[in-house]
C-alpha cells in the first residue's frame, strides 16, 4: 500500500490575516521623504533666525554701548506692560549687555520656533491625512505609527537646525559661548514643546485648520500666563511655571546660567509625544477623536456668493490677529511716557528710529504706527493667498461650476480681504491710542491715531496688490509676494541701523507713508501708491481670466 504524502508547502494567510508591518515600519522612508520635502523650508529657517540674532545683536551692541544707556534701557523694564512683551527682568540693578539679550530677545526668539514647529507637524500630521496623501502612504508597508514618528523627528531636526543657528548667531555676535548654547537649546526645546502640542492637537480633530488653531490657541495661552507671571514677580512667579515659554527664560542666559530648567521643557515633550501616540491608536485613519459637528440643515444664503464664502473662511484668521496685534498695540503705547529718560541717555536710538525728542510722544507714536504697519500688510498677503490655497485643493472648481464667474469670484473675495484690513489698522490705530491715552491721562491720541493709521491703507493696499496680480499671473510663484513682506519689516525696523541707501529704502511702500501723526499727511505719494495698487490689481484679474484653473 502506498501512501501519499501531502507536500509540504507554506501556508499562505487569507487575506483577513495578512501579517501587519510593524508599528514603526517604514518610518525611516517617511522621514527622508519629509525631509527631501522640507528641506528648503528648514534653511530658509534656520538663516532667518541667524540672521535675526546676528542683527539684533549688532544693532543692540551699536546702540546701547554704555553702562548710562543700558541702565536707561533697563528702567523700561519697570512698566508692566514691557514685561509682558519680553520676559522676566534679570539684573535690572547692574544690566549687562547679556542681560538685555536675555530679557528683551530671547521670548522674540522662541515665539517663531514655537510657530514653525506647530505649522510643521500639522503639514505632516492631520493635513497629508485630510488631504488622502497618508491614505495612499499607508498602501506601502508603513507601520501605523511610523508617519507621526518621521514627522516628530522632522520637527526635531528642524528645531535642532533652528537651535544652532541661534547659538551661531550669538557667538558671532561676540556673546559668551554658554549661555549662546544654553539659548539654542532652549529654542529648540521650546519649539519642540509647542510641536509635541500639535501633534495631540492632531489627533482630536480632523481638520487642519482647526488643529492648527487649537495648537497656536495654546501658544497664546502661553505667552498670556507667562506675562502675567512674570507681572506678579518680574523675576517670575509661580504662574509663569505654568507656561513652556518661562522654561526656556528661566535659564537666566547670560545672568546666571543654570541648565536644568531646560530638563522640564525636554520632559514635557517626551510626555506630550507619549500621549499623541497612545491617542493615535485609538481612532481610524481619516477621523479625529472628537467627531465633527453636524453643519446646519441649509447653508446660510451669504455663502452662496463668493464674499460670503471669503468671509467664513478667512475672518477666523483675521480676528484672531487683529486682537493679538491690538493688544500689542496697547502696551507699545503705555510706552510713551517712559521713553525721554532712556532716549536722552541714548540719542543713538534716533541714528535708526526717527524719533523727534522736541516731541517724543507725537514721534513715538508715528513710528509705532509704522512698525505694526507690518501686520495688516502681512495678513493681506495670507488672505489672498488663501484663494491660492482653495485652488490647489479643488474647492474653487465646485465654486465656478455653480454659476460663480473667475473674476466674480476674486472680486468678491478680495472686498472682503480689503474691507477687513481697513478694520484691522483702524484696530491698531485704536490700540496705540488707548496706550498713549493711559500714559499721558489724554484721551484726544484715541481718535487722533485711529484717523492717522488710515493714512497707511495705500501703502499696505500694494503690498497686498501684489499678491493679487502674482496670483492671477502665475500661480505658482505667488508666494513670492511674501518677500515684499519680508523686505519692507527688515526696512522698516534696521533700515536706518544698516544704513542701506536711499534707493534700497524706497522699495517699500512704507518708506513713502508720512509717519502720521508726527508729520503732515502728503497726497501725491499717497495717491501714486493707490493708483498703483489699482494698476497691478487690474493685472491680476486679467491673468486669472486667461489662464487655466487649478494651474500649479
Known sequence: MTTLTRPATSRIAPAHEAPRPERFAGTGMLLRLFLRLDRLRIAIWAAAFFLLVWASVLSLDATYSSPESLQARAALLNNPAAIMMTGPAFALDNYTFGAMIANELALWVFLPAAIMSVLLVVRHTRKDEEEGRLELLRTLPIGRFAPPTAAVITVALANLAVGLAVSAGLLVGGMEADSSLAMGAATALTGLVFGAVAAVAAQISEHSSTVTGMSLGVLAVAFIVRGFGDVIDNQGSWLSWLSPFAWGQQTRLFVDLRWWPLAVSAGAALVLLVIAMLLAHRRDLGAGLRAPRPGPASASARLLSPAGLAHRLVSGMFLGWAIGLFLFAVAFGTLASELEDMLVATPEVGEWIPIDLDNVT???????????????????VAGVLRLRGEEQAGRLDGVLVSGSSRTGVLAGWLAVVVIETALVLVLLGLGVGLGLAVATEDAGWIGE???????????????????????????????????????????????????????????????????????DPEAPPLLIMSGLAVVVVVVGFLGLRRRDIGNR
Do not use: C
Open 449 to 519: 491715531l485711529t484717523l492717522a493709521a488710515l493714512v497707511y491703507l495705500p501703502a499696505v493696499y500694494l503690498i497686498g496688490a501684489l499678491a493679487v496680480g502674482l496670483y492671477g499671473l502665475a500661480p505658482r510663484v505667488a508666494g513670492l509676494a511674501w518677500l515684499l513682506v519680508i523686505w519692507v519689516s527688515i526696512a522698516v525696523y534696521l533700515g536706518g541701523l544698516l544704513d542701506l541707501p536711499e534707493w534700497a529704502m524706497n522699495t517699500s511702500p512704507l518708506t513713502h507713508t508720512p509717519l502720521v501723526p508726527d508729520a
Open 362 to 380: 507725537r514721534s513715538f507714536a508715528a513710528v509705532i504706527l509704522s512698525l505694526f504697519a507690518i501686520g495688516p500688510a502681512a495678513l493681506m
